[in-house]
């Protein structure tokens, strides 16, 4: 006889652990499958529907305790107690060629779920401990005649049960829910150990908690009652919570003490036992005899427990990686269950370093002797770390779980979760900084202000202490400051540490103060980081961060060998962009030499604060430094990105095609060309070098998203710019996308732009209407021509093979310096995974104007004949900040207004002039100097000192007419 699927997997895996050595801990999850409108009353409320995927410390009885109705303290709640639990006994099952088979009852109860997983078990040879059951705190609470407890007495029977099945050597527990294990205070105020007989039970080997209580009560801001901790990732302020804080020292009576921090302290007035009211006070719980507390009186006679007789194992702990997570380790998101909530105060960002420091408080917390004494019953420490089983250690594959969301749906989940998957290998930051210390030889070092993770980062092996300490200091925002012969690490926040008052101050060279702002061009308005991106393919990346309000072309760009998230890059740009920003102010000032204020310390200055970055001791401390704010330094973690898995591809050479174009945005950097890159199959990221020469290659950039790049299959004329050009459609095949039409007012809001050229010159043209005619085939119609002043140098045609590229944001910019613009470079352009040298990668030698640099050809050109006199006149246009009709002018965007006027007669310039203003008088005279007669042609071109002339625009004149 075969087993069932499902019991043939549970055997093999257990089979698979033991043959390896690994210890078994069989832990059957009872999963509440209530769907929505599931018809089903709601026991803890008149709701005609039960929540959505309840959590099953829900169940109990049918109208539960407190709802009117309840037959909590009746034999009615007793009868359903067992009605839940059943008749099956063990011999209801047998084994029969390597399956379990069952020939009991008919009836669908928890004692054939769990007897059917005893029995597992013992088919496949035994399992180290096995829980009887988990977190069914509303069941044990569910009181029969007498103050009795029916389901806890019916999970002692069950423990006898599976003890019989699975021998003496398999030791059994009941994992209980932190709030659940030390007893039970019912709504009159009354304290029950109802747990007590089954910890005491000889068929129960350790109390199983399944922990995650509070470690923390942290709000955003500096004004909450645990502000002065500094931050909730501290180490301490979370181990001092583990047997302290809220549950053990203080609680909130409601939610709306909880808003005002209003703490109630835990006391026990005459009796001195606050630890019967702690519950997470696990040692007292543990040591002492346990007397219950009904209608105030303390029971005469303590409950079964035996102190100090059993170890405690934590049958589950841990922290979901999400902003604030120690405020509520229990809570979860799962938008499928209507348990899915944050923690207290939450912002729900993601915070894989709280995960980790609640973990290493805990281990670190129970590590100690005086916390988890040895007991002198069963020779062993209260708490059993090496029986400690952290939620959730995933089996499913790294990193395709979480990625393959089409394999496997709570990936969503990950990010915020309590998964450790993926996330076992971080270091924190200050054990690596450590390292590096001890490595260079450096004795004395404080690394204890030092909060943050690294997920992975390169040291080159011949790098000094400093060079590899730098990337470290950049990507995390720590400082390193001499205290005392102490080399201190301690993380920016902005925070100041004293007040510098004006009186305070003392003269020096320029007076007591001297306040300096750094001109906005000097700031870097746009910052570049590369970097290796997380939880996915490892690829290289860059991130980008921009000012709104940024009109200047400085960048600056970075690589961080660090790997990273891509929502954590994206912040470390931003806050790069935004201290420079906020730095630009300086003060230098001065203060008496016993000022306490050193090198790395941050001072209130008026209404600023100022890190200061020198200070030099003479007669008076001559003190400088820059503005800082705190709000720079918040974690800004966001969740819900991740990196996408790509099957692996052969690397073969991509199509990159370099485009030098006009500004369309305006944000661009107005002399630097642009890189569209496709290829079949998509190598995931392409790596951009290059070099003056044909060695020293340096990365230019990475492109992530394949562009879209084709010809055209028919010929496209030329059309009247700024009119909507309804001529044939212009058909075209395209690779690495695809096309779509627009609304006329997406058009003309910026849509669907397009690139059109013979790789040199290019003319920009947008189109509405696109007709899919075959696989990568469309027709292009409606469409409006000559854009951001390519009309200039549009062609009477564009033959058939013109290339095409739709400029989306798949087409990035490469970084050219100024001075490299109309030089030739080399560019070698690959698979960012290989290296510049590989076969794969294509080799271009390529030169640039710079388009965008280019000036457009002036419109509305006239000529008017006065007594033989040629009057021209025209209408000049601007390339930035054209498109507003509230100015009176467009902007001007050159150095100067000049414009380089040439008369052509025969095909031969006769006269080339450079005027100042849109006007020009051809007199006679000049006429007959030049000896025109008949038809000639007047041309002009807006000049730019740093591009020169723009495209020409002509006018014919007849002589003499």
């Not at 921090?261 to 519950?279: C, K």
């Not at 790069?576 to 300086?586: F, G, K, Q, S």
Request: glycine share 10%; proline share 7%; hydrophobic share 45%.
């Amino acid at each position: 006889m075969a087993a069932p699927p499902a019991d043939a997997s549970v055997m093999q895996s257990i089979a698979l652990m033991r043959a390896r050595g690994l210890g078994v801990v069989f832990y059957p999850f009872l999963l509440m499958r209530q769907l929505a409108s599931n018809g089903l009353p709601d026991p803890w409320s008149d709701a005609a529907d039960q929540p959505v995927l309840p959590w099953r410390g829900r169940i109990t009885t049918v109208k539960a305790p407190g709802q009117p109705g309840s037959t909590d303290g009746a034999a009615e709640a007793e009868a359903e107690v067992a009605a839940f639990f059943g008749t099956v006994a063990p011999g209801d099952f047998a084994i029969v060629d390597g399956a379990v088979v069952y020939s009991g009852p008919a009836e669908t109860s928890y004692r054939r779920f769990i007897l059917h997983y005893a029995w597992l078990c013992h088919a496949a040879g035994g399992v180290d401990a096995f829980c009887i059951g988990s977190e069914m705190r509303g069941l044990t609470q569910i009181r029969g005649p007498g103050n009795s407890f029916p389901a806890v007495a019916a999970l002692r029977v069950l423990a006898a049960d599976v003890r019989v099945i699975l021998g003496s050597a398999c030791k059994l527990t009941y994992a209980a829910d932190w709030s659940e294990y030390f007893g039970y205070v019912d709504a009159d105020g009354n304290r029950w150990f109802h747990l007590d007989p089954l910890w005491a039970d000889e068929n129960i080997d350790f109390i199983g908690i399944d922990n995650y209580m509070p470690l923390s009560d942290w709000r955003d801001g500096d004004a909450h009652a645990d502000a002065g901790a500094g931050s909730i990732h501290d180490l301490d302020y979370l181990r001092a919570n583990v047997a302290g804080g809220e549950g053990y020292d203080w609680y909130y009576p409601t939610e709306a003490d909880r808003a005002a921090q209003n703490r109630v302290p835990i006391t026990d007035g005459a009796h001195d036992e606050p630890w019967v009211w702690r519950y997470k006070d696990i040692l007292n719980w543990w040591s002492n005899p346990h007397h219950a507390r009904v209608d105030g009186v303390r029971a005469a006679q303590p409950t079964e427990w035996a102190p100090r007789s059993k170890p405690v194992w934590f049958t589950e702990l841990g922290c979901a990686a999400v902003d604030k997570g120690t405020n509520q380790p229990n809570k979860f998101l799962d938008p499928k269950s209507s348990e899915s909530s944050l923690p207290y105060f939450s912002t729900g960002a993601r915070d894989d370093l709280i995960q980790m420091q609640y973990l290493r408080a805990m281990h670190s917390y129970w590590a100690d002797p005086e916390a988890n004494p040895v007991s002198e019953v069963y020779g062993g420490p209260m708490v059993d770390m090496t029986r400690a089983h952290v939620w959730a250690w995933d089996a499913r594959p790294f990193p395709w779980f979480p990625n393959d969301l089409s394999r496997w749906s709570d990936g969503e989940n990950w990010t915020q979760g309590h998964w450790i998957t993926g996330r076992t290998l971080h270091q924190p930051l200050a054990l690596v900084v450590a390292e590096v210390c001890r490595r260079a030889g450096i004795a004395a070092y404080d690394v204890s202000g030092l909060q943050g993770l690294v997920r992975g980062y390169a040291v080159p092996s011949t790098s000094s202490p400093r060079a590899v300490l730098q990337p470290l200091m950049l990507g995390h925002g720590f400082d390193a400051v001499e205290r005392g012969g102490t080399l201190v690490f301690r993380m920016r926040d902005g925070r100041a540490g004293g007040t510098v008052e004006a009186g305070a101050l003392v003269a020096r060279d320029g007076g007591a103060l001297e306040l300096t702002r750094a001109p906005q061009a000097e700031v870097a308005g746009r910052v570049r980081l590369g970097y290796i991106a997380a939880e996915g393919d490892y690829e290289a990346r860059a991130a980008e961060a921009i000012f709104p309000d940024e009109a200047t072309t400085t960048v600056t760009q970075s690589e961080l060998p660090m790997v990273l998230t891509v929502p954590q890059a994206q912040g470390i740009a931003e806050r790069w962009l935004a201290e420079a920003r906020v730095a630009r102010d300086t003060a230098r000032f001065g203060l008496p030499p016993s000022s306490p204020y050193r090198v790395g310390d941050v001072v209130a200055l008026g209404a600023a604060r100022y890190r200061l970055d020198r200070v030099a001791l003479g007669a008076a401390a001559q003190v400088e430094g820059v503005r800082v704010e705190s709000g720079v330094y918040q974690r800004r973690d966001r969740a819900g990105l991740r990196p996408e898995l790509r099957p692996f591809a052969v690397p073969v050479p991509v199509l990159p095609v370099f485009l030098d174009l006009p500004l369309l945005r305006g944000t661009e950097v107005a002399h630097a060309p642009h890189l569209a890159v496709t290829g079949s199959p998509w190598p995931g990221v392409v790596a951009v070098y290059d070099s003056a020469l044909d060695d020293g290659f340096a990365l230019n950039t990475l492109i992530n998203a394949r562009a879209i790049i084709g010809a055209t299959q028919t010929p496209l004329a030329r059309a009247r710019p700024g009119l909507w050009d309804r001529g044939p459609a212009l058909r075209v095949r395209v690779a690495g996308g695809d096309l779509a039409a627009v609304r006329e007012a997406e058009v003309l809001g910026g849509a669907n732009a397009m690139a059109i050229g013979d790789g040199h010159v290019w003319e920009v043209f947008q189109f509405a209407d696109a007709v899919l005619i075959a696989p990568g085939v469309y027709d292009l119609s409606l469409r409006l021509r000559g854009q951001a002043g390519t009309d200039g140098v549009m062609p009477d045609v564009w033959p058939v093979g013109s290339q095409v590229v739709l400029l989306d944001d798949a087409v990035q910019q490469l970084t050219l310096p100024l001075s490299a613009r109309g030089l030739a470079r080399t560019w070698r352009v690959g698979p960012a995974q290989r290296g510049f040298d590989d076969p794969s990668y294509v080799v271009q030698t390529q030169a640039f104007d710079g388009v965008g640099l280019r000036p457009y050809a002036p419109v509305h050109l006239r000529v008017a004949e006065v007594a033989g006199d040629l009057t021209v006149t025209w209408v000049r246009r601007t390339r930035v900040d054209g498109d507003s009709w509230a100015g009176y002018e467009v902007p001007l965007a050159e150095g100067r207004e000049a414009y380089l006027l040439r008369v052509i007669a025969d095909d031969a310039v006769v006269r080339s002039t450079e005027v100042g203003a849109p006007g020009w008088t051809y007199s006679v005279a000049m006429q007959a100097a030049d000896g025109v007669a008949g038809s000639f042609t007047i041309a002009v071109a807006q000049l730019s000192d740093a591009f020169g002339p723009g495209p020409f625009r002509n006018v014919s004149v007849e002589a003499g007419a």
